[in-house]
C-alpha cells in the first residue's frame, strides 16, 4: 500500500454500508469513472446486516481487499453476525444476513471475517492516521491502539473455538474484550474513563470531544453513528449518515470521503476543516422498520 501522496492512488473511505450494496456499487462505479483502477477503498466497518445485500456488498469489499486495492475493519455487526454463527446469540427478527450464513460456503466467510483487523494505519500525504469503526479511548495514543487492536485480533484469528470463547466473555473479566466493544460499539465517554455505546447525556460526552482535547498527534477515520450524521471536525471524519436507516426521519446516504493530499503544498493538512471532499450517494428506498422501539444503529 502506498502513503497517501499526491501521486497515490485516490484513497477513498467509506462509512457503514450494511447490506446496501446497490449504493456500494454506484460508488464503486463512480470511482472506477473517476479514477480508473487507480483507487483504494477503505471500509470503516459494518458491511452486513439491515441491508437486503450483505453478501454482495461483502465479495465487492473482499475483491478489492485481496487484490490489495482495499482496506477494511470490522463493525459491530460483524461481530453480531460472528456471534451468531458460532452459537453465542440467535438470529434476530431485524438481522438481515441470512445470505451470509444460509450459504454453502458460510464458513469460509466466518473465517475470512474472523482474520479482518479492527484497525487500519496509514499516512495521508505524511499525516498518520487510523480507520477504527466506532471509537478509541480518548487517551490511547497511536501506538497504543495499534497494540491493542492487534492483540485483539489474534484472539479472534485463532480459530473458531477460541474465538468462540474470546467472544463469550464477559467484557468486564478481560480488559481486550471491553477494548473490543469499545472499538466497535462506543459513543459516549465520561471523564472517570468509562463509556457506552448510547449517545451522551451529561456527565458524558461523545467520546471524540475528549479525544480531541488530547491533541493526538495522528487523524481517526470512524463510522458507526448514523443518528450524529457526517462529523467533520479537525483530525476526525464520522462517516455514518445512515443509507440502510432512509425513511426512519431522515434521508439516508452512503457516504465516502476522498481526502486530497495535494493540500499540504498550500500548508493545509488533510485533516483540517473545512473539508468538502466528500460523495454521498443517496439511499435507493427505505429498507427496514425496527420491530422494537429503541433499536440502536
Not at 458491511?47 to 475493519?73: C, I
Not at 474470546?166 to 473490543?180: C, E, K, N, V
Not at 498527534?217 to 455514518?240: C, N
Not at 465516502?256 to 473539508?275: E, K, N, T
Request: hydrophobic share 40%; proline share 5%.
Amino acid at each position: 500500500m502506498t502513503n497517501g501522496g499526491a501521486d497515490a492512488p485516490q484513497r477513498i473511505f467509506v462509512g457503514d454500508v450494511q447490506g446496501c450494496a446497490e449504493e456500494l456499487d454506484e460508488l464503486i462505479a463512480r470511482a472506477r469513472a473517476r479514477f480508473g483502477e487507480d483507487f483504494e477503498l477503505w471500509v470503516a466497518g459494518d458491511v452486513v446486516n439491515r441491508g437486503p445485500g450483505n453478501r454482495r456488498a461483502l465479495e465487492r469489499v473482499r475483491e478489492l481487499v485481496e487484490a490489495g486495492r482495499g482496506r477494511f475493519v470490522l463493525g459491530n455487526h460483524e461481530l453480531h453476525m460472528l456471534q451468531i454463527a458460532l452459537g453465542l446469540r440467535e438470529l434476530g427478527r431485524n438481522d438481515s444476513v441470512g445470505d451470509v450464513l444460509g450459504a454453502p460456503d458460510a464458513g469460509e466467510w466466518i473465517d475470512w471475517l474472523l482474520a479482518r483487523p479492527l484497525v487500519e494505519a496509514g499516512e495521508l500525504a505524511g499525516e498518520s492516521f487510523v480507520m477504527v469503526h466506532a471509537a478509541s479511548h480518548p487517551d490511547w495514543r497511536l501506538e497504543a491502539l495499534r497494540e491493542i487492536a492487534d492483540a485483539i485480533r489474534a484472539r479472534l484469528a485463532g480459530g473458531r473455538e477460541s474465538a468462540r470463547r474470546f467472544l463469550a466473555t464477559d467484557a468486564g473479566a478481560d480488559p481486550m474484550r471491553d477494548a473490543l466493544d469499545r472499538l466497535t460499539r462506543c459513543r459516549s465517554v465520561t471523564d472517570g474513563g468509562g463509556w457506552s455505546s448510547r449517545d451522551p447525556e451529561a456527565p458524558s460526552r461523545p467520546w471524540h470531544v475528549a479525544w480531541a482535547e488530547r491533541r493526538h498527534a495522528f487523524g481517526i477515520v470512524y463510522g458507526h453513528w448514523a443518528r450524529q450524521g457526517l462529523h467533520v471536525a479537525k483530525g476526525l471524519r464520522g462517516l455514518d449518515t445512515g443509507c440502510v436507516h432512509h425513511g426512519r426521519g431522515r434521508d439516508g446516504f452512503l457516504t465516502a470521503w476522498l481526502p486530497q493530499p495535494a493540500l499540504r503544498s498550500s500548508g493545509r493538512s488533510v485533516f483540517d476543516v473545512p473539508d468538502d471532499a466528500f460523495w454521498q450517494i443517496p439511499a435507493r428506498r427505505r429498507y427496514y422498520d425496527p420491530v422494537a422501539a429503541g433499536t440502536g444503529d
